[in-house]
């Protein structure tokens, strides 16, 4: 299913229904909202970007997030995993559709001037596509519902979440709380999750990963007077070369996999023989078999290295631990679930074309408990994701935002089939 373009043609009673929603008297007024406030939007999009929410530190951007949420008429709270739940008119007790955006960043601006707009109109800066613009969504969603008073007359089963922990480390955290057996899911129909920009892609399949921290110690010394020790930082270093080597072709497998070293530490001057070194590395596969073997991989290069390098020294040994760090669980929205059809309906109405792909996100974790869940963009246009050279073009955001408005009340419907819009 990864990367196939939706070549499928929906239902033509389907797509007649989603162009009678999109001009109906309650929904045609929230869509306009997207095109006639882009300055509004933008100003958030600006704002929240600039409030640092590197994972782990997400409690000022969360504060601000239910602050807007507030103001524009939603009732809002911070659960105890940090997450922002607001809703638009009281929570509901069951059948709720639930748009997500995760909060943190791999990257933080180490001030606001590190956010800014280029003379191109690009946003410029650490996460401001990921996910500065799904944060930018979901306040744009709420403030477009509440520009049509006609929405506002029933009750609407939405939850607006702002999620703590999806990046690194995090492991989502804020999702697993969510998605807990007393948690918030539990009231969920289903859910749809905002990460990164763009229009041209679904993820309707989870990618399984796991992470894991390499940690080689020894006595060290003088890189003179005890040269022979063995070297903690050779020995990763040999690991990484012996794993990397034997699994250069990864890609090219029938089950796409993939591996990343990324983070490496150790030492502590250019003439001391370190005493640890350690690197962080990241295992993904498209299957389950493959990522265990690349996990049993990775325990024999190291024991590997290790030996090597303790036959070669003249005095003293060195140890190794490898510890998980992360895990995140695989899983696949089935080819009819109504969230797609929806998405399928949506896209054909606003003649967009995207591609079902295969990514980690946020959606794992439902998607692993057999939830309907599928993760999109949120318009516009982005690149340079986890790299200081991130940048956000707005142009065309509302059609992102039309996508997710109409796909959201379809599923309302569902959850509620006497819904007048």
């Known amino acids: 299913m990864a990367g196939a373009i939706l070549t499928y043609k929906p239902e033509p009673a389907h797509v007649r229904s989603v162009a009678a929603l999109a001009a109906s008297p309650a929904l045609a007024p929230a869509l306009d909202w997207f095109a006639s406030s882009r300055k509004w939007i933008n100003e958030r999009h600006l704002e929240v970007c600039r409030i640092p929410a590197p994972t782990f530190q997400e409690q000022d951007r969360a504060q601000y997030m239910a602050a807007q949420f507030k103001a524009i008429g939603c009732q809002a709270r911070i659960d105890r995993a940090g997450n922002v739940i607001a809703s638009i008119n009281g929570e509901a007790t069951g059948g709720a559709v639930a748009l997500t955006a995760h909060m943190d960043t791999v990257l933080a601006p180490r001030s606001a001037e590190e956010i800014y707009v280029g003379r191109d109109g ?31 007359e029933e009750p609407i089963p939405l939850l607006l979440i702002a999620n703590v922990g999806e990046e ?10 969510l998605c807990r057996p007393a948690g918030l899911a539990a009231r969920v129909h289903s859910f749809l999750i905002l990460d990164g920009p763009g229009n041209d892609h679904i993820t309707a399949r989870a990618l399984a990963s796991r992470r894991f921290e390499i940690t080689v110690s020894g006595p060290g010394g003088h890189s003179w007077s005890d040269f022979g020790t063995p070297n903690p930082v050779h020995a990763l ?13 990864a890609s090219s497998l029938a089950a796409r996999s993939s591996f990343n070293f990324g983070t490496i530490e150790g030492g502590t001057s250019v003439n001391a023989i370190p005493t640890t070194a350690r690197a962080k590395i990241d295992l993904r596969s498209e299957s389950p078999q493959r990522l265990e073997e690349l996990n049993t991989l990775l325990t024999a290069a190291i024991e590997r ?5 303790n036959d070669r020294a003249t005095s003293g040994r060195l140890q190794a631990k490898l510890r998980e760090i992360g895990a995140r669980p695989g899983g696949q929205l089935s080819p009819d679930a109504p969230v797609l059809a929806h998405l399928r309906a949506v896209d054909a109405h606003l003649r967009i074309r995207a591609q079902l792909d295969c990514a980690s996100t946020d959606a794992n974790i439902p ?14 246009s982005g690149g340079g994701a986890h790299t200081p050279a991130e940048w956000f073009h707005p142009d065309g955001r509302e059609l992102g935002l039309g ?3 109409l796909t959201l009340f379809l599923l309302l419907r569902e959850t509620e089939p006497g819904r007048a819009t």
């Open 168 to 177: 690194g480390e995090g492991n989502l955290s804020g999702m697993r709380y």
């Open 305 to 309: 290295a290790i030996e090597i390098e």
């Open 122 to 152: 690009r946003m410029l800066g650490p996460g401001v596509a990921d996910n500065g613009a799904g944060l930018a969504a979901l306040l744009a969603v709420a403030q477009a519902i509440h520009s049509s008073a006609l929405l506002l």
């Open 237 to 249: 270093g040999r690991a990484i070369a012996l794993f990397s080597d034997h699994n250069a072709n």
């Open 367 to 380: 998607l692993s408990l057999g939830m309907q869940a599928v993760s999109i963009g949120a318009g516009g």
């Open 403 to 405: 996508r997710i408005l």
